[in-house]
């Protein structure tokens, strides 16, 4: 856990930090919002068209390749880097794009066989700790050559220490997000209901009001929590990965 806590430090401390992690929110809420309204089509709340499923998929496809690329730049440099061109150049080399194949495949599955999307997360979550070997290894130097330098240095034991550091890193990141939105809609709804009640309204109108804005409170609290979900795993995500360089460092 103490390696987990300094990776968090180089994620929130360097040069430019403050704007870097504005880009990364930025980008994490874009990528949320589409998430949000595939959440939303599939829960009968929103009506969306094919084309615009395809769209909206096609948008994630491309955030994930971004993703890959970006982690791969954090694994290099153990600090948080620039929103650039320059993840999509890494994310397209031969190890990168393999990762980002891998990982595509699952979120398709997700998105297009709604039944499977348990299976594929629980995929993706054991996938995932010898993938990131594989792409640290090649994170190293860049070089395509050394993407097994940290897989074969690895033991079971080791496996399954990371494999439920990951677990831990993806419910963490749940409970948190949903917790903080609770909270955001239990203050705004204290808030109004000492705004109302100040005013002279009584509490079966206020109870009337928010139940006629059900759908719009639904929409709101899904796209709310999508943001800081997929914030905080990304983030989660880049602590877990310093997680893993150390583990391998204290093995050398």
Not at 31 to 58: C, H, R, T, W
Request: hydrophobic share 50%; with cysteine; charged share 15%.
């Amino acid at each position: 856990m103490t390696k987990m806590l300094e990776g968090l430090k180089t994620i929130y401390s360097g040069n430019n930090i403050v704007n870097k992690q504005i880009q990364l929110f930025s980008l994490c809420g874009i990528a949320a919002i589409l998430g949000g309204y595939l959440s939303l089509a599939a829960q009968g709340i929103n009506e969306i068209k094919p084309f615009d499923k395809a769209a909206i998929v096609l948008c994630q496809i491309v955030w994930i390749l971004f993703f890959t690329g970006y982690e791969t730049i954090y694994i290099h440099r153990k600090s948080l880097p620039e929103l650039d061109m320059s993840s999509f150049k890494i994310a397209l080399k031969r190890i990168p794009l393999i990762i980002f194949f891998v990982f595509t495949g699952l979120a398709l599955i997700s998105t297009y066989f709604t039944s499977y999307q348990y299976f594929a997360l629980s995929l993706e979550i054991i996938l995932g700790v010898p993938l990131t070997m594989l792409q640290a290894g090649y994170a190293l130097n860049y070089n395509a050559d050394d993407y097994k330098k940290y897989f074969q240095k690895f033991r079971v034991k080791e496996y399954f220490y990371l494999l439920i550091k990951r677990i831990w890193v993806i419910f963490c990141a749940y409970l948190t997000a949903f917790m903080t939105t609770f909270l955001i809609f239990f203050i705004i709804g204290i808030i109004f209901a000492i705004v109302t009640i100040a005013k002279g309204s009584d509490l079966a109108s206020m109870i009337m009001l928010i139940t006629s804005n059900q759908t719009v409170l639904t929409k709101l609290s899904t796209y709310v929590s999508n943001i800081l979900l997929v914030y905080f795993l990304s983030v989660g995500v880049l602590a877990w990965d310093y997680e893993l360089i150390k583990t391998y460092e204290s093995e050398e």
